[in-house]
T-cell receptor, first 112, second 114 residues
């Protein structure tokens, strides 16, 4: 699976949009972009995934560039409870066992 | 319950002791995974089951680590002769077959080896 690059940390003001970038310049055509987050003392939580179209659900929006070499996770109105480590992962659709390879992630701090 | 359940939540072991960590996946989930997470790091894959079959154990760090899922539901991760470097959070995750819609993780077992 392709490797991802994320900034190690970011701050965001409560109520503002949090935009978390991810570079995946070596992504292949059959690889999806997944986002998970991990709140302190909990297991990772699935947020959203996409292939090439932008995606939105009740938690977040995922914007994937046209060349698919980077993406941005958007939390439209960040709350203090969104403070967590956010992981961007690329995974092939035919990945046997659908194993996820986590990198270091971005530690998002939402401040009052 | 509705989510993945792991027990115990915390485990303290003396060096050399054997430990067993339990995972109850979401009912109906075919795939089950174990991950190890060291302090300040992202989770690292240990092993994967589809039903009762262990299809990938490439991430197990040594032959002291053993996992089983005999009836295709509950899984146990066993660590023999624990060492200090085994101290970590052990996470279990489950998914429907294929897992395209994401893995569901438990809260983990925090193992401390003294």
């Amino acid at each position: 699976d392709a490797k991802t690059t994320q900034p190690p940390s970011m701050d965001c003001a409560e109520g503002r949009a949090a935009n978390l970038p991810c570079n995946h310049s070596t992504i292949s055509g059959n690889e999806y972009v997944y986002w998970y987050r991990q709140i302190h003392s909990q297991g990772p939580q699935y947020i959203i995934h996409g292939l090439k179209n932008n995606e939105t659900n009740e938690m977040a929006s995922l914007i994937i560039t046209e060349d698919r070499k980077s993406s941005t996770l958007i939390l439209p109105h960040a709350t203090l409870r969104d403070t967590a480590v956010y992981y961007c992962i690329v995974r092939a659709d035919n990945n046997a066992g659908n194993m996820l390879t986590f990198g270091g992630g971005t530690r998002l701090m939402v401040k009052p | 319950g509705a989510g993945v359940s792991q027990s115990p939540r915390y485990k303290v072991a003396k060096r050399g002791q054997d430990v067993a960590l339990r995972c109850d996946p979401i009912s109906g989930h075919v795939s089950l995974f174990w991950y190890q997470q060291a302090l300040g790091q992202g989770p690292e894959f240990l092993t994967y089951f589809q039903n009762e079959a262990q299809l990938d154990k490439s991430g197990l760090p040594s032959d002291r680590f053993f996992a089983e899922r005999p009836e295709g539901s509950v899984s146990t991760l066993k660590i023999q002769r624990t060492q200090q470097e085994d101290s970590a959070v052990y996470l279990c995750a489950s998914s429907l077959e294929g897992g395209r819609d994401g893995l569901f993780f438990g809260s983990g077992t925090q193992l401390s080896v003294l």
